[in-house]
Structures are given as structure tokens and as C-alpha cells.
């Protein structure tokens, strides 16, 4: 039996968290994107993608929003982490080739409270 995108993109990017918060729909399409650009897969839409979690038994809750008990994990969850956090780009296509937009990004970016500033990101510590 010849596993589908959808098999593939579940088994290599969402794990099992039944202590977590979960993850909302728009989430897991957001990793399924990232996952698709990075696999060369074609997505599938919003609509058929929910069908491709239900059919293949994953639980969505709190009217259709969120899924419990699992987490991202993998490469495509790193780039969805990344993009997500990126402004976002458009792609015009005039006449001739595609260019690619991207909207103003501020000169300063202001520090999070409480977090430390300048230099690489350090690993916390697991409690």
C-alpha cells in the first residue's frame, strides 16, 4: 500500500504530546505548507487538508480549531517557525518573470521584556 503526501507529512512532522497544548489547525497547515515547499510536493487546499486529517484520525476540538496531544517536530517545523515569524512576501507575476515583494521591515526591532539581547540564541535548559 503506497503511503499518501498527507501519511508522509503526519508521520514526519507532528509528534505525540499529551502534556501540550496542542496544536490549532491553522498551525499544522502552516507546518504542512513548510513541509510541502521543502519536500517539492504540491499542496493541497484548506478544505481537503481538514478531510486529510480527519480520514486519517486526527482529533480536532474546541469547534474544529485545535488538535491536542501533538507538536511539531523535523525540519519543516524550524522553517515554519522561521517564516512564520518573517514579514511576509508577495509574489507579483507582471509580464515576463515573477518578482518578489516583500513588505517593509522596521530599521529596529524591539527587544522582547525579560529576554536577554545581542548575540546568538543559547539552548534553555529542559526542566
Given amino acids: 500500500m503506497t503511503k499518501t503526501p498527507l501519511e508522509d507529512f503526519l508521520n514526519e512532522c507532528l509528534a505525540a504530546d499529551p502534556d501540550g497544548d496542542g496544536l490549532s489547525v491553522e498551525e499544522l497547515y502552516g507546518l ?13 487546499g484548506g478544505r481537503a487538508f481538514r ?12 469547534r474544529g480549531r485545535r488538535c491536542p496531544g501533538l507538536r511539531m517536530t523535523g525540519p519543516a517545523a524550524c522553517d515554519y517557525l522561521v517564516h512564520r515569524e518573517l514579514p511576509l512576501a508577495v509574489l507579483e507575476a507582471p509580464v ?4 518578489l515583494i516583500s513588505h517593509p521591515v522596521p530599521e529596529r526591532v524591539a527587544p522582547l521584556p525579560d529576554r536577554p539581547t545581542g548575540g546568538l540564541c543559547r539552548a534553555v535548559p529542559a526542566a
Fill in 32 to 44: 504542512y505548507l513548510s513541509w510541502c515547499g521543502l519536500e517539492g510536493v504540491a499542496p493541497v
Fill in 51 to 62: 478531510a486529510g486529517l480527519c480520514a486519517a484520525n486526527v482529533h480536532i476540538e474546541n
Fill in 96 to 99: 515576463g518573470r515573477p518578482s
